[in-house]
């Protein structure tokens, strides 16, 4: 009678595991104790014998058990276990000829591992009195029980052997990874560092560009200033491009090692759209792109972190500026979703440039991700612009995500902010 019938996926764990060892395989030296008897010796001891019937998954004898009985196995192939089903150690399969549970009767000790059908199994079994009763009768039967014992412990000895070599192995490819892990964290907490000094350094000429443009606008004679607006307006507005790059570089950083916090402030979505829009007018008039903002009325006021959210906006602009075809149109929406299981705004920024293909979607957003449009490849964005994006945006537990444009044409940037209670 079977203790217990594992569950289809459990017996499948045991039969066909995941690294097949060659200890696994039968070992004819241990199969031999029957074929050693005499004649006499095997009819007298199978006059001994009751046979039982097992299925695949049937467990025969479970670790701890006392040792009862001899078993010999007449038909089929049995797996023997240590451990649990769910995560068994397999010590190795026998099969027609077999003779297990000697060790447990000769000792009077409890089993030390599991067995289990992994088919229809026939064994015929020997309650212990009856089998110290035939060695009584057969004393030169014992010496077939030491060597049949010995082929076990040589074959233990042997399994010892390659289970320390195998630690050892495993050990010195762990020592190994160790090695890696440390070098490539010294490797990118010196490209963090190396990064923040270059950032620092970029700031301060900028900044003295920025300034001088203010005091060029301040000084300067009306009429002078007047013939070179233009000038003064591009230097301005590459100015604050680059500043965002910079603040973006910095941040993206930052966000990716965990070292930032989000200020809560109080957010007008559609204020920070139009004032985005109304700094880049130059950009947008300059490569005569129409602008429509279609900004529902119903769209709330929400806390964010005020310079993430206009910085992860006017990149995703930016972006559609830059790649755009003059001539082009930029449509940004805004709406609440309230029946949503969360609450949340959509923003939308809708242009007519190139698009950007379903094969590199899922890279957009990598730092420094490089898309083939029309079969050359640019740094859409630099790859950093939207890599910021996303970082912030998650930050938020909102999400970003890309589609294409109205009619197939161009691209649709998407973003959700949760409306806060």
Not at 147 to 163: F, I, M, V, W
Not at 214 to 219: D, S
Request: with cysteine.
């Amino acid at each position: 009678m079977a203790k217990y019938q594992l569950t289809d996926t459990e017996l499948a764990r045991i039969k066909y595991p995941p690294i097949m060892d060659t200890r696994l395989i039968d070992n004819p030296s241990i199969t031999q104790f029957i074929q050693q008897l005499t004649a006499v010796q095997r009819n007298a001891l199978f006059t001994l014998t009751y046979e039982n019937q097992y299925a695949a998954g049937d467990v025969i004898v479970q670790e701890g058990d006392n040792g009862e009985a001899l078993y010999i196995i007449r038909l089929g192939k049995v797996a023997i276990i240590k451990g649990t089903y769910e995560t068994p150690t397999i010590l190795g399969y026998q099969g027609l000829g077999s003779v297990l549970g000697e060790m447990s009767i000769l000792e009077g000790t409890n089993h030390s591992a599991t067995v289990i059908a992994i088919e229809n199994v026939r064994m015929m079994q020997i309650k212990r009195d009856n089998f110290l009763h035939f060695l009584e009768e057969h004393p030169d039967v014992n010496q077939y029980i030491l060597a049949s014992l010995s082929a076990h412990l040589r074959e233990a000895d042997k399994d010892r052997q390659r289970s320390t070599r195998k630690i050892n192995h495993q050990q010195k490819q762990i020592d190994d990874l160790i090695a890696q892990k440390e070098e490539l964290i010294k490797t990118a907490h010196a490209r963090m560092e190396m990064s923040d000094h270059i950032i620092h350094d970029l700031r301060n000429p900028l900044n003295l560009i920025h300034g001088a443009t203010q005091m060029l606008e301040m000084m300067l004679p009306a009429e002078v200033l007047l013939e070179n607006q233009g000038l003064l307006n591009i230097a301005s507005t590459a100015s604050a491009r680059m500043q965002r790059l910079i603040d973006s570089l910095l941040d993206t950083s930052r966000m990716e090692s965990g070292d930032f916090e989000l200020k809560q402030d109080a957010l007008n979505i559609h204020l920070v759209i139009q004032d985005i829009i109304a700094q880049m007018r130059l950009s947008l008039e300059k490569r005569e792109i129409d602008v429509t903002l279609e900004l529902a009325d119903n769209v709330p006021i929400i806390y964010a972190d005020e310079a993430k959210i206009i910085r992860a906006i006017a990149n995703l602009v930016d972006n559609a500026i830059k790649f755009m075809p003059e001539g082009g149109s930029l449509r940004i929406e805004a709406i609440s979703q309230t029946a949503a299981a969360i609450p949340h705004i959509l923003i939308s920024i809708i242009d007519t440039g190139p698009g950007i293909p379903n094969s590199a979607r899922k890279h957009i957003f990598d730092r420094y991700a490089q898309v083939d449009v029309d079969g050359k490849y640019s740094h859409y964005g630099y790859g950093l612009g939207l890599a910021f994006c996303q970082l912030a945006i998650e930050a938020h537990n909102g999400r970003i995500w890309i589609e294409d444009g109205d009619d197939g044409i161009g691209s649709r940037f998407n973003f959700t902010l949760p409306i806060n209670n």
